[in-house]
């Protein structure tokens, strides 16, 4: 059993990375954490307690953390997940609700509790795990991986520099590249291929419930999407962790732009370094076909079929 602890900003991508996770027994997930992102934190966290219960995920913590980027203005996505960060999709309300504290509180406490035992999978702005570095630094020892969704060494998603979470919070993902642990860094150049075609879809229309969250979700972000269809980055991450040898990954360095007046957020990819040398292992190509029998996999598990 991998334990990890997800920290995220809900968000279609997100929510379909959460039923990854949910569906995943080989998978112990500890807590979920929320941040500014995609949508307002009051938001990704009322998503974050709405998918708790319709993944039926038990009583795994969910608590809210950084509201805005560290530095700079807050930048939002709603053009791609809606008003409310999940497109069209309304969940049942929750019963329960979230965690007393902070997230980077639990995120240090969680993972001082358990050395080398917990992932961390960030797959919003990465202000909370910044913060939690510059909390307590020993947060990267302790960690068994750190496994984002972020940046990318060819191209942009939110401008032809840079991707959403990077430009979300540059100074935040450049603290966090600069800590002394091999960021994992599943970026659009894998995630763009994790695409839900319509053989994709097919196999997720039977599967009830889950499928009233899973298609309409993947509808919308495909409609508004300017990348040929909905792909589900965040759940590039997660699977991952799952199944690591889906992902061909490079040792590089990678340098998160901040100041630039046309490049803010951009990765700046280094692959001409030794391993010893580099900060991150990035992936570099994705066994599309092995991700969606992994993915969809979960999915029909979690709908019980
Ligand atoms: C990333 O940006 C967000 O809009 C998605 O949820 C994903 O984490 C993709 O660039
Ligand atoms: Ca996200």
């Not at 920290?7 to 997930?29: E, F």
């Not at 939002?76 to 809606?82: S, W």
């Not at 795990?129 to 990267?140: D, G, M, S």
Request: glycine fraction near 10%; charge should be negative; aromatic fraction near 6%.
């Amino acid at each position: 059993m991998k334990k990890v602890l997800i920290d995220c900003d809900p968000g279609i991508d997100d929510a379909l990375a959460l039923a990854l996770a949910a569906g995943s027994p080989s998978l112990d997930v500890v807590g979920i954490t929320t941040v500014g992102g995609n949508v307002d934190l009051s938001l990704t966290t009322a998503n974050a307690l709405a998918l708790r219960e319709f993944l039926e995920m038990g009583n795994v913590p969910v608590t809210p953390g950084s509201a805005g980027a560290l530095l700079r203005e807050t930048v939002r996505a709603t053009r791609v997940h809606g008003a409310t960060g999940l497109g069209g999709v309304v969940l049942p309300t929750p019963q329960m609700g979230p965690s007393d504290g902070h997230a980077v509180d639990f995120i240090v406490d969680t993972l001082k509790a358990a050395p080398g035992e917990i992932t961390l999978v960030a797959v919003g702005p990465l202000t909370n795990i910044a913060l939690a570095v510059r909390r307590e630094p020993r947060v990267v020892e302790w960690a068994r991986e750190l496994v984002i969704m972020g940046g990318s060494f060819t191209r942009g998603n939110h401008n032809p520099a840079a991707e959403f979470n990077m430009l979300a919070d540059p100074e935040a993902a450049a603290i966090v590249f600069g800590a002394g642990w091999t960021v994992r860094m599943l970026g659009l150049d894998v995630t763009l291929s994790a695409m839900v075609t319509s053989d994709v879809l097919d196999r997720m229309w039977p599967l009830g419930k889950l499928a009233e969250l899973l298609v309409p979700a993947a509808q919308f972000y495909g409609m508004v999407t300017a990348d040929g269809g909905p792909a589900i980055h965040d759940a590039c991450a997660v699977a991952y962790v799952l199944d690591p040898s889906l992902f061909t990954c490079v040792p590089a360095t990678v340098n998160v732009e901040t100041a630039g007046l046309y490049t803010r957020g951009m990765t700046v990819t280094d692959f001409k370094v030794s391993e010893q040398d580099a900060n991150a292992l990035v992936a570099t190509s994705i066994d599309v076909k092995g991700f969606w029998e992994l993915v969809l996999g979960a999915y029909e598990r979690l709908a019980g079929r």
